[in-house]
T-cell receptor, first 115, second 117 residues
Framework: AQTVTQSQPEMSVQEAETVTLSCTYD???????LFWYKQPPSRQMILVIR??????QNATENRFSVNFQKAAKSFSLKISDSQLGDAAMYFC????????????FGAGTTVTVRA | GAVVSQHPSRVICKSGTSVKIECRSL??????MFWYRQFPKQSLMLMAT?????????EQGVEKDKFLINHASLTLSTLTVTSAHPEDSSFYIC?????????????FGPGTRLTVT
């Protein structure tokens, strides 16, 4: 099974500042998908951003961007201009093209935003 | 679009009883639905994958006789926790994958908090 590693259990950021969450993964597949999900206190999983492995260009969604390094198997998330509403648990996830597109999740990083 | 609902959102049951959790895709058809379990401040653990009209595929270590999954239609999957015990108390989340469009994308339900007393 694919392993997804998030080495930062907690991160704190000042409002309006930038924070970067790290994620590494292990796979032997050449094509796959990577995701960042946000889980606020409501516990509803929200898709933040996704990246197709065959695309070299890093995905961007408003204040959220990724740094996808395929050779290094690294997929970090940058949150710019952090807002209080960004406070949540963030999960990195991997999906291969087989096995019903099952998601493998990292352990998660709790982001706290300081006012 | 792509809304997934779960019912109930919270349930309390007595030890030894069974409880059913429903997962519905409200505005799309889902060939595949997934069931996860999440403990506080931990990650989501995949329990099983259900495909409409066929038996669910359980992850290693998940008791199939305890966690019964039925995917009777393209919009409904149910998880029944049989003979529940306090250690089954957890947050259960379902997700659904569409039959068309972004096949790799999963849409998540809001979760069900189960407490077994």
């Amino acid at each position: 099974a694919q392993t997804v590693t998030q080495s930062q259990p907690e991160m704190s950021v000042q409002e309006a500042e930038t924070v970067t969450l790290s994620c590494t993964y292990d796979t032997s597949e050449s094509d796959y998908y990577l995701f960042w999900y946000k889980q606020p206190p409501s516990r509803q999983m929200i898709l933040v951003i996704r990246q197709e492995a065959y695309k070299q260009q890093n995905a961007t969604e408003n204040r959220f961007s990724v740094n996808f390094q395929k050779a290094a198997k690294s997929f970090s998330l940058k949150i710019s201009d952090s807002q209080l509403g960004d406070a949540a648990m963030y999960f990195c996830a991997y999906s291969g093209l087989v096995r019903d597109y099952k998601l493998s999740f990292g352990a998660g990083t709790t982001v706290t935003v300081r006012a | 679009g792509a809304v997934v609902s779960q019912h109930p959102s919270r349930v309390i049951c007595k030890s030894g009883t069974s409880v059913k959790i429903e997962c519905r895709s409200l505005d799309f058809q889902a060939t595949t639905m997934f069931w996860y379990r999440q403990f506080p401040k931990q990650s989501l653990m995949l329990m099983a994958t259900s495909n409409e009209g066929s038996k669910a595929t359980y992850e290693q270590g998940v008791e199939k006789d305890k966690f019964l999954i039925n995917h009777a239609s393209l919009t409904l999957s149910t998880l029944t926790v049989t003979s529940a015990h306090p250690e089954d108390s957890s947050f259960y989340i379902c997700s659904a994958r569409t039959t068309s469009g972004s096949l790799y994308e999963q849409y998540f339900g809001p979760g069900t908090r189960l407490t077994v007393t």
